[in-house]
């Protein structure tokens, strides 16, 4: 069975510019979670789907982030215009909706860097 | 929100047994109790889960009180692989990850 994918590994762009990052969760997992890790922090939650709904997005640091997840299969975060401070590794990951549904499987997640 | 408390870090000889403890006095009782791991920049692993009793697989061991307002993570015999940071989690939806214990196994 496949592990949840993320999409590029890296990514390089210069503050203004548009990023899109995406994130395949493991097949069969209705819940999708956002987290990141910004320079020397803890790790951070974004958000968190159920299918193609947003059951909680009190992480996002601000209106310029963008997640969407049309379909209830993958998952875009979208970083438009990106700032210095957005500088981070972005996990996904994905768990069943049942009793284990707070195992979260996560991804390698993406390393973004905004000059 | 249950918080956790967690050592900064620690040290563990290779092939000893690693026993990392985890604080969570303001636990709910139908908060369960997980343990992840991030090894390097990869992504966090999961490691166990337990809610009342202890529960043991393949990676480790973890040992809840019966108040459970602290629990333990055993590597029973800790590897050079294992150096990690570990998480201890109790949030009920979605995992607050805190700065977790920096495993270092020593040859």
Redesign the interface.
Known sequence: EAGVTQFPSHSVIEKGQTVTLRCDPISGHDNLYWYRRVMGKEIKFLLHFVKESKQDESGMPNNRFLAERTGGTYSTLKVQPAELEDSGVYFCASSQVDNMRLTQYFGPGTRLTVL | DAKTTQPTSMDCAEGRAANLPCNHSTISGNE?V?WYR?IH??????II?GLKNNETNEMASLIITEDRKSSTLILPHATLRDTAVY?CIVK????????GTRLTVKP
């Open positions: 369960y997980y991030q920049s990869q992504g966090p692993q999961y889960h998480y009920l939806d979605d995992m607050r990850f805190g700065a």
